[in-house]
């Protein structure tokens, strides 16, 4: 439909973005978690714009970002995405991040400013700290 065709028309326009970066977008992965039907339709449009390695169900090591439905503060529940996020240091970011894509695609390399928090122990920030441990082991 037109909005499809709008839509894929932006992200083709994405804006100049160092080529490290490009390459890099070619290798994400998803899983989400936590969407109603029309924001999850919604977000995986936006994702098959960008020419990722697109959407799978579970998390696994090919996963490199969890995307959720988050309150405006970023809080998101433990689903079992989540918790399976957090466990292998997988970028958890909410769905604003995506909305935020598609007002202005320079958000596209903002992600980690979306990253979620724990919506059960009132905005801990498990996931941050779960990646940065995760990359701060990698030689």
């Known amino acids: 439909d037109e909005e499809d065709e709008e839509h894929d028309e932006n992200v ?11 390459k890099e977008v070619k290798t994400w992965k998803f899983v989400l978690s936590n969407l109603s039907g029309a924001r999850r ?4 449009r936006f994702i098959k714009g960008l020419k990722t390695q697109g ?36 970028l ?7 909305e935020a894509c598609v007002a202005d695609l320079k958000n596209v390399v903002k992600a980690k400013q979306f990253e979620v928090c724990d919506e ?4 801990a920030q498990g996931p ?12």
Request: no cysteine; hydrophobic share 40%.
């Open 12 to 22: 083709d326009n994405l804006p100049p973005i160092d080529d490290e970066f490009v």
């Open 41 to 44: 339709k919604s977000v995986m």
């Open 55 to 90: 959407i799978v169900k579970k998390v696994d090591r090919s996963v490199t970002h969890i995307i959720m439905g988050s309150d405006s503060s970023l809080r998101a529940p433990r689903t079992k995405e989540y918790i399976m996020g957090v466990a292998s240091g997988r």
């Open 92 to 98: 958890i970011v909410s769905d604003l991040w995506v």
């Open 120 to 123: 059960e122990l009132g905005g």
């Open 128 to 139: 941050w700290l779960s990646r940065i441990a995760r990359l701060s082991s990698k030689p």
